[in-house]
């Protein structure tokens, strides 16, 4: 599976702390892995994302991506309150 990164995010991800950078890593890893594992939460948020999903990164980040196929691709990052307000 191949993934890629949004320039919305990459820019959105040089602004995190790093502590937050770390974490996203390491969520990152176990989604590859295993995209399933409840720790994720990954969950559809197609009513405020068309045909997007979020995965938890810690316990108020949250990473939205789309998958096409055996591409994955995250579009944005931030709080819970940034991305749904």
């Given at each position: 599976?191949?993934?890629?990164?949004?320039?919305d995010f990459k820019k959105q991800?040089?602004?995190?702390?790093?502590?937050?950078?770390?974490?996203?890593?390491?969520?990152?890893?176990?989604?590859?892995?295993?995209?399933?594992?409840?720790?994720?939460?990954?969950?559809?948020?197609?009513?405020?994302?068309?045909?997007?999903?979020?995965?938890?990164?810690?316990?108020?980040?949250?990473?939205?991506?789309?998958?096409?196929?055996?591409?994955?691709?995250?579009?944005?990052?931030?709080?819970?309150?940034?991305?749904?307000?």
């Open positions: 599976m191949d993934v890629i990164f949004h320039r991800f040089k602004k995190l702390p790093v502590k937050i950078q770390k974490k996203f890593e390491e969520r990152l890893n176990l989604f590859l892995n295993e995209p399933d594992n409840s720790t994720l939460n990954n969950h559809s948020v197609e009513k405020a994302y068309p045909k997007s999903r979020s995965i938890n990164i810690t316990g108020d980040y949250r990473a939205i991506y789309q998958k096409d196929e055996d591409l994955i691709c995250f579009m944005i990052i931030g709080t819970h309150s940034e991305l749904y307000s």
